[in-house]
């Protein structure tokens, strides 16, 4: 399982016959070793353009485990992802969510930087004769880019452009952001979970249709209460050739609700056309972008922001908020039972180790070769998660070499 | 009922766990409304909980369905309601009843803490008073928050 290094193998975490090793869920190794792999060189998603108007405007979230500042230029504009940490001793600099600000002045000593990164200001500056300031700016991200209005930065300063990166998935992203007559707005706050579970539990889950029926049955007797008949959701699931998963690519993975273009859920969980998966930690389901943050092998925060449209009514708009906490959010009466059965559960299962080997093999003998490299298979078919943990494997693996 | 003892009726059927009946304290027009963060528009920003009298109908009708994950087994509650202060409401007979909230809940091996303040709207009803508007400002609700689907 593991190398001379002590380091476990990846290659030895997945088998060629769709096993994975359980540990992939617990090891606090193997979470050190993702924060190398997956959150220090690929494209990290960190906010839409709807939440950063004005110069001058910006969010705090995370990169992988490491706090950041998002920030619109006070001066030039330019969108800039900054490590939330004082250069001098450490201290985080801006502690609001989101705000407008030319400056971020650190507490503890007072030091001052412009929302550009520089470092403006050192309180009582004659005992450092020798500071080389420009060195001493908040660390920058090396590269910000957007695509169709999701804002998106890497640790690396080289690589595949961002639309390279999305590849098949830049398609989805785009029918995303023109939800709205006039496009879409990330204006009405985030749901923010937390659970005791590791992170990739809640990417599986978001696209996983086999569980639909199962975890959701309180649900769907409750959409049966009011709409005085069985919903088709399960019908469509294991019957609908329209509804398919698809793998497409760098990790990324879809579950379309017949043609992306014109497909609906029913409207009984948002509007969104399709379930998707952006590698490694965003999400959209429902009628909601899902940012997930690791935190811990065995910690998760996981916030969700309905996706307002922007040229629509506020009726039509605060009817997207209702349809979406009736299922998400803490008190939701969907997203908490995955809570309970796909990450509680699961974590309590997992410390079961005797035989630590779980199955992701459903519909692999089915799957069928798609458009431009795509994997297609049907709708309770583990073909995103194996998409997923493709993706991973190999940035794990190049990552160990 | 006084207005007091609505409120303090109505912990009690929560701890008792006898939704129904917590149920039929509400109006047909009621609203329960559990704001999310500063919680300032619900038009425009979304809730934990913003329910009409249909959908606290669904949550009582999936509590009892025996498939509600995330209660099973059910959380048990004590709510503790204090500083009740009743003042006139806009309409003719309404009251506007304050109080702090205060819900120990426990599930799972583990004791959360839940508390806040509250806000009644209570509208006559026959010889008695229904609920028409119940607002819960959790003090934690703009932090990560993990299973909150019993009823507060």
């Known amino acids: 399982m593991t190398t001379t290094t002590g380091t476990p193998s990846p290659a030895d975490l997945i088998t060629d016959d769709w096993r994975l090793h359980g540990s ?6 193997i979470f050190a070793a993702e924060q190398e792999a997956l959150f220090h060189g690929p494209w990290l998603y960190v906010a839409h353009e709807s939440e950063l108007r004005e110069d001058g405007d910006y969010k705090t979230t995370y990169a992988g485990t490491q706090p950041v500042i998002v920030v619109r ?46 470092l403006r200001g050192i309180t009582y500056d004659d005992a450092y004769p020798e500071l080389d300031r420009d060195q001493l700016g908040l660390v920058r991200l090396p590269r910000v880019e957007s695509f169709a209005g999701f804002v998106f930065a890497s640790f690396a300063a080289a690589g595949p452009s961002l639309e390279e990166y999305l590849g098949n998935a830049g398609r989805y992203l785009r029918i995303v952001s023109e939800q709205g007559p006039d496009g879409i707005r990330l204006s009405a706050g985030s749901h923010k979970l937390a659970y005791r ?34 919903p088709p959701i399960m019908q469509n699931v294991l019957k609908n050739p329209e509804w398919r998963t698809i793998d497409l690519g760098n990790g990324h993975s879809v579950h379309e609700f017949g043609d992306p273009e014109t497909g609906n859920n029913q409207g009984q969980l948002g509007d969104l056309p399709f379930n998707l998966i952006i590698f490694p930690n965003l ?56 809570i309970e059965v796909a990450f509680d559960r699961v974590g309590d299962g997992l410390k079961a180790v005797e035989e630590d080997w779980l199955v992701m093999s ?40 | 009922m006084t207005a007091e003892e609505i409120l303090y009726r109505e912990a009690a059927l929560l701890d008792a766990g006898r939704f129904d009946e917590w149920l039929e304290l509400f109006t047909d027009d009621a609203v329960y409304w559990i704001p999310q963060g500063e919680g300032g528009d619900p038009e425009h920003e979304v809730s934990i909980v913003y329910d009409d009298r249909r959908r606290m109908h669904e949550r009582v009708l999936r509590l009892g369905s025996g498939f509600a994950y ?38 799972r091996n583990a004791q959360n803490l839940f508390a806040g303040a509250v806000e009644h709207v209570l509208v006559p009803d026959g010889e008695g008073l229904r609920i028409r508007r119940k607002v819960v400002r959790l003090v934690n609700s703009d932090i990560p928050l993990g299973n909150v689907t019993f009823l507060i």
């Open chain 2, 70 to 107: 995330s209660q099973d087994p059910p959380s048990r509650t004590c709510h503790l309601v204090g500083n009740v202060l009743v003042e006139p409401g806009e309409g003719e007979g309404e009251l506007r009843v304050g109080s702090k909230l205060i819900v120990a809940e426990v599930r």
């Open chain 1, 197 to 230: 579970g590791n992170w990739k539990l809640q990417v599986e889950n978001t696209i996983d249709n086999y569980h639909f029926g199962f975890v959701h049955r309180s649900f769907l007797d409750v959409l049966a209460d009011r709409i005085g008949e069985a």
């Open chain 1, 362 to 401: 459903r519909g692999l003998h089915r799957e069928q070769p798609g458009e431009n490299g795509t994997v297609v298979g049907r709708a309770s078919d583990e073909v995103p998660q194996r998409a997923f943990y493709r993706q991973w494997r190999r940035l794990m693996a190049e990552e160990a070499a």
């Open chain 1, 24 to 29: 992939i869920y617990t090891s606090p190794a």
């Open chain 1, 283 to 338: 999400c959209f389901v429902g009628a909601q972008l899902r940012h997930i943050l690791p935190k811990a092998a065995d910690a998760t925060e996981v916030r969700l922001y309905p996706i307002l449209h922007e040229g629509d009514s506020d009726a039509d708009n605060a009817a997207i908020l209702r349809a979406h906490e009736g299922f998400y959010g803490p008190a939701g009466m969907g997203g908490a039972d995955d």
């Open chain 1, 73 to 118: 230029g006070a001066d030039d504009g330019e969108i800039r992802v900054l490590l939330n940490r004082c250069r001098h001793r450490g201290s985080a600099v801006c502690h609001d969510e989101r705000g407008n600000a030319n400056y971020f002045r650190c507490p503890y000593h007072g030091w001052t930087y412009k929302n550009s990164g520089e």
